[in-house]
């Protein structure tokens, strides 16, 4: 289902906006960041899903631009059998944010979805929003070109939150194989939450109004079905699913504008409690993104705090545009990763041609994954119960406000050595520091798994097996 949360500028202590949330898939998660790149002409994508996918389809070719810009996302391997790698977004060097959310369409749309459905799946269109999008409004207008054109592959609907330094867009995408969609602008004054994305009246009589977008066929279509027939054009009752603002979205929404009125209004602490907080994640949550929407004078400089899985049960670490690695315990490993189970670290496999042989490198499998890591401490904190929880996310916060401080004396001295024409040594300064911080962050949450460990070895309270121990949760 997956989560988004957008703070508008005029609420934040720090001058800039706000993006953050996590993924909501059963599968292995790792972060990357992908260059820019020229592309010849002819060169073509695939897109879309296959016959194996829970609404299936044909993958497809489309043209891929001359120029794709340099992004960092977190890909993952499976959901609802959408072809991996697959993304739900991240931010690129012209700083717009992409986050992926589902949003269910009416039952009626979801029926009439072509068996054989073509175009570009969602996480196709976060991808490709990333590769060329430099504003977010151009990314809504990226998307409503691309699905005109070439159709969308759904898996019952579904929304995008497209923000950059100035503004945010929530695009809803519609099932049912018709290029139906939707986007309203998010300003400056803007606290939103997407789980499920939302856009309730649409000013349909106005075309031209500066806050809305729609497909071609997003009024028409509805008068020819009978579900709308003139006065307030409510496209969540219409398309939607009807039940408009969803418990866990009006409890974080509330909260946040609570923070909001305060004399020092909303922090990085507040934005990464808001993706932390265990009444929204928990095991579903397959890692913890948050972006600040600054502009700095170069695009290397932008970052996000990434946390390895969801931030219930990993400390969030800074990641720059413009480092050149990842350390390997923070990419792609086995555990989870979807297909793995049949394959072998062994080149003897190979010889039958089938698809016996790990795509993981063997070097990186040899490292920890800060991911599965993360998930052991996570469900060691969910066996112990509240206090641990207590325990360990006050570790954590103490942290990331050292963490603060760090990153932006870093930042300052990499600004200052761009400008002094040191480019490169700015970068490899910061390639350093967050990878230090990376492995940093990984060794604290495995000296607390151990810690944590022993506490249930010795546990009376603690059953060996039942049902899965869990913090209560609103979605």
């Known amino acids: 289902m997956s989560y988004a949360i957008y703070i508008g500028r005029n609420h934040s202590a720090t001058g800039h906006a706000w993006l953050g949330g996590y993924g909501d898939e059963p599968s292995s998660h790792w972060l990357e960041i992908v260059p820019a790149a020229d592309h010849g002409p002819g060169t073509m994508i695939e897109v879309g899903v296959g016959p194996e996918a ?51 369409s009416r039952v009626e749309l979801r029926d009439m979805t072509p068996k054989d459905q073509t175009g570009l799946n969602y996480s196709d269109l976060a991808r490709i929003v990333m590769e060329r999008a430099t504003t977010a409004r ?5 998307c409503g070109a691309l699905i005109a054109q070439h159709g969308e592959a759904t898996y019952g609907g579904n929304s995008h939150l497209f923000a950059d330094a100035d503004e945010a867009w929530v695009m809803i995408q519609f099932a049912g194989g018709k290029g139906l969609w939707v986007a309203e602008r998010l300003g400056a004054d803007a606290i939103r939450a997407s789980r499920p994305g939302y856009v309730f009246e649409v000013p349909v009589d106005q075309p031209d109004h ?10 028409g279509f509805a008068r020819e ?17 009807g039940k408009g603002r969803w418990e866990g979205v009006q409890w974080i929404e509330a909260e946040m504008r609570a923070r909001a009125a305060r004399p020092d209004k909303i922090g990085l602490a507040d934005v990464i ?17 948050v972006v600040p929407l600054a502009d ?14 969801g931030a219930i049960a990993a400390p969030f670490v800074p990641v720059f545009l413009g480092q050149t690695a990842v350390p390997a315990e923070y990419g792609p490993h086995r555990y989870l990763t979807a297909g793995e189970s049949h394959r072998f670290m062994d080149l003897r496999k190979a010889m039958s041609g089938a698809d016996t042989v790990s795509r993981v490198a063997q070097m990186v499998e040899a ?73 940093a962050a990984l060794s604290v949450v495995r000296d607390l798994s151990t810690a944590l460990a022993v506490e249930t070895a010795f546990s009376d309270t603690v059953p060996e097996i039942g049902q899965p121990a869990a913090f209560p949760q609103i979605w």
């Open 54 to 104: 829970d609404m299936p389809g044909r993958r497809t070719q489309i043209p891929q631009v001359a120029h794709t810009l340099r992004h960092m996302r977190v890909s993952y391997s499976y959901y609802l059998g959408v072809p991996a790698p697959i993304t739900n977004g991240g931010l690129n060097e012209a700083g717009v944010a992409v986050r992926d959310v589902w949003s269910t």
């Open 138 to 142: 151009e990314a809504v207008e990226i």
């Open 210 to 219: 500066p806050d809305f977008l729609w497909s071609e066929n997003f009024v």
């Open 225 to 241: 079905m009978g579900w709308y027939e003139g006065g307030r054009f409510d496209a969540n009752a219409i398309y939607g699913d």
């Open 273 to 289: 409690w808001a993706v932390r907080t265990e009444r929204l994640t928990g095991d579903t949550a397959g890692y913890g993104q």
């Open 296 to 309: 700095p004078v170069n695009p290397g400089l932008r970052m996000m705090w990434h946390a390895a899985t």
């Open 367 to 439: 490292t920890p994954s800060a991911f599965q890591e993360s998930k052991r401490l996570m469900y060691l904190m969910q066996l112990l119960g509240p206090e641990a929880l207590r325990r360990v996310t006050g570790v954590f916060t103490r942290r990331e406000s050292m963490m603060y401080g760090r990153v932006a004396a870093h930042l300052a001295v990499a600004e200052a050595a761009v400008a002094a024409g040191r480019r490169a040594e700015a970068f490899a300064v910061l390639t350093a520091f967050s990878a230090a911080e990376m492995q």
